[in-house]
């Protein structure tokens, strides 16, 4: 029997990883750019330089491919709100700091997935999906901010402050700014936003946040 080249398999998957990501890739840019209503896996193919056989190999029809395009945008997220939110040694204050910062990163860096986002959550086809992939995680990252703040809440003795409630106005604030920077992108740059929260977590804890 004749044995294969020591790395041989590695050298296939990562082959196999990269043509995965190429399409998502190029799903993701049609997706931002045209919607999905129009969007066709000859199209994605297309995108990315790919045979539609390869695209069908790896994802076998839109549906499952749409499941990856928004598992890895939410991976992606979660990754970053890891980083900012979850990093040891952080304090209550820095960590809710890190939680506002984060989406706004998230939408100044990457504004093209914050609009697949955005379309996937206002497409009455793709919601479904969007409720079973990033719903989830969006309550839990909410949860986790009503948490942090209930926290600051204990430490300050802000006995007039409703953390759920709070959690809640500061997710409002960062979604709107994801779905308006999407209709209208140069106000992803905009300091309104940040400036907005800023306020209300001074107003809530004077002693803890400081004013815009």
Not at 24 to 53: C, P, R, V
Not at 101 to 123: L, N
Not at 132 to 155: F, K, T
Not at 166 to 182: I, K, P, R, T
Request: hydrophobic fraction near 40%.
């Amino acid at each position: 029997m004749t044995k294969r080249p020591a790395g041989t398999g590695d050298r296939r998957r990562q082959r196999g990883e990269a043509s995965i990501q190429r399409i998502i890739d190029a799903a993701i840019d049609l997706i931002a750019d045209e919607g999905l209503s129009s969007l066709t896996m000859q199209a994605i193919a297309k995108q990315a330089e790919a045979s539609n056989a390869l695209v069908v190999f790896h994802f076998g029809n839109k549906e499952n491919l749409l499941r990856a395009v928004l598992q890895y945008l939410s991976d992606q997220y979660d990754a970053l709100w890891t980083t900012m939110v979850r990093a040891p040694g952080l304090s209550p204050v820095q960590r809710v700091s890190g939680a506002v910062e984060c989406g706004r990163r998230f939408a100044r860096q990457h504004p093209k997935w914050v609009s697949v986002f955005v379309i996937f959550g206002s497409d009455r086809k793709s919601m479904q999906i969007y409720k079973e992939i990033g719903l989830p995680g969006d309550l839990a990252y909410n949860a986790e901010a009503s948490d942090l703040l209930a926290e600051i809440v204990r430490l300050g003795n802000y006995d007039n402050v409703d953390p759920t409630t709070l959690a809640e106005s500061l997710n409002y604030l960062v979604q709107g700014a994801w779905y308006w920077g999407h209709l209208n992108p140069p106000d992803l740059q905009s300091e309104v936003p940040a400036r907005t929260i800023a306020t209300l977590l001074h107003h809530a804890f004077p002693r803890h946040f400081d004013p815009a």
